[in-house]
């Protein structure tokens, strides 16, 4: 289960505008990017400012369109390739809204890490904002599997962030390695400076399909994953303008440019940084991630996505405490609306505001309309559960005037009504009912929204009017 929560922190921005360039390392294209402050709630947006209307290019994981040795997004038509160093180090940073603009199809590759990126960062200077971060809090763990290249995401609760990655490169070096950020304070000293790394035996192919025209001895590693002939250094050497000795030994052959010996694995727990940024939220919770690639790493980024899409409407839902004293009680109900068994589909309001109610309730096994809907599967029915919304809604509109009980509601309109879940003897049923605009001449435009534990289980947005009575002579 995954809970979105509200944690007391604040957005983030950068405080001036920061400018880098470089050669990308697919393309071996130049561009310029430009990192902006961006205000609340903006998200991190790529712009394309050499296309015509500048079109922007949201960082989503569900914009994803490709994932060969490299991150991927598109918009309408607009690409933005190889973003998953910028996009760790805008995570690590914690900056939650930027502006970047970039005049070429490819982020610039730099040294094949995301230190430059994140010193670009810190000369920005990062910026608290107004509104407050909305985290992705993990409740429950989750695991995940990509079932085609093996890899394996589990996601644990845990107040903080941490990352575990273990990788295995089926090859005597770099063989099984892994690492460990615990806690994103560790992320510019243990993290950051790693390089991307290519083995040596898959070099041609990349380079024969039109890949690393920008990769150099200075933006990754070389792995000797096994020891070439003197025939084939040459010819490598040759395509890479490589003068570096024929390797004797299994390792990393531009050896000068290593910063751990772990390298490796820090280096693809920085990209799953990358990745899992796209889910455009922060994260608290502990991943333990086993051979992660940037194709799973998407698919699991995904799944998460549409939990959070979910979680998101629950917001909002109420928090029930069933020993508290109620607002309304069943008898007070009965002195407001006219409803009575087997009609009355409330047992108390817990809230009310001037702009929104929260009513209960209980469904047992003996509520009459289980005896036909449906022998031996009881389901309460849809329509009742929007009858129940409507009367929890109108406990908030008759609240506006002195005398209730010489008022009724009256539907007028039913909009986007959705039933998601069953509902079922024993549930208990939260309603909450929330104003849409000012109630004017008694009428009431509603969102309404139940809950069975921590799901939706119906929704629609109701329109009534309340009437007074007309007193008999």
Not at 172 to 197: N, R, T
């Amino acid at each position: 289960m995954f809970i979105y929560m509200t944690f007391i922190m604040k957005q983030k921005t950068i405080s001036k505008a920061v400018i880098i360039s470089g050669v990308g390392l697919h393309t071996g294209s130049s561009a310029t990017i430009t990192l902006k402050p961006a205000e609340d709630n903006h998200g991190i947006k790529f712009q394309r400012i050499d296309l015509p209307g500048k079109p922007f290019v949201p960082a989503d994981c569900n914009r994803v369109t490709n994932t060969t040795r490299s991150t991927v997004i598109e918009y309408e038509g607009a690409v933005v390739a190889t973003i998953e160093h910028l996009l760790s180090a805008i995570y690590a940073k914690e900056i939650d809204n930027l502006q970047i603009e970039i005049d070429g199809s490819e982020v610039p590759y730099l040294d094949g890490s995301s230190k430059t990126f994140t010193s670009l960062l810190n000369e920005a200077g990062v910026l608290d904002q107004t509104e407050n971060k909305l985290f992705f809090e993990v409740e429950e763990t989750i695991e995940f599997k990509d079932e085609e290249s093996g890899a394996h995401y589990v996601i644990s609760p845990y107040d903080g962030f941490e990352v575990t990655v273990l990788v295995d490169f089926d090859a005597p070096y770099p063989g099984q390695q892994f690492a460990v950020l615990s806690g994103l304070e560790k992320y510019e000293g243990e993290i950051s400076p790693s390089k991307s790394f290519v083995l040596l035996k898959d070099i041609d192919s990349l380079m024969a399909n039109g890949l690393i025209k920008g990769g150099t001895l200075d933006n990754a590693l070389v792995i000797a994953d096994r020891l070439p002939s003197s025939n084939e250094w040459e010819k490598w050497g040759s395509m890479t303008q490589s003068k570096l000795p024929l390797p004797t030994t299994l390792g990393v052959i531009n050896k000068s440019n290593q910063t751990f010996e772990n390298e490796p694995a820090r280096h693809k727990l920085l990209d799953f940084i990358g990745d899992i940024a796209l889910l455009g939220a922060p994260i608290k919770g502990r991943f333990v991630v086993h051979k992660p690639g940037h194709s799973s790493n998407n698919l699991f980024a995904r799944v998460l996505k549409k939990q959070l899409q979910e979680q998101k409407k629950l917001r909002g839902k109420p928090k029930y405490d069933p020993s508290k004293i109620p607002v309304f009680n069943s008898v007070r109900l009965e002195s407001w609306l006219p409803h009575r068994f087997p009609f009355l589909l409330l047992d108390k309001i817990t809230e009310l505001t001037d702009t929104y109610v929260v009513g209960v309730k209980n469904i047992t096994v003996n509520e009459q309309y289980f005896q036909g809907h449906f022998p031996g599967n009881p389901v309460m029915p849809g329509v009742l559960q929007v009858e129940a919304m409507a009367q929890t809604g109108g406990i908030l509109a008759l609240s506006t005037v002195e005398d209730p009980w010489n008022w009724d509601t009256y539907f007028l309109k039913i909009d986007n009504a959705k039933f998601k879940a069953k509902v079922s003897p024993g549930d208990i049923l939260l309603i909450k009912m929330e104003l849409l605009s000012p109630i004017r001449r008694g009428i009431c435009h509603m969102q309404g929204i139940a809950y069975v534990d921590n799901k939706i289980v119906s929704e629609a947005e109701l329109t009534a009017q309340i009437i007074k009575r007309k007193v008999e002579s």
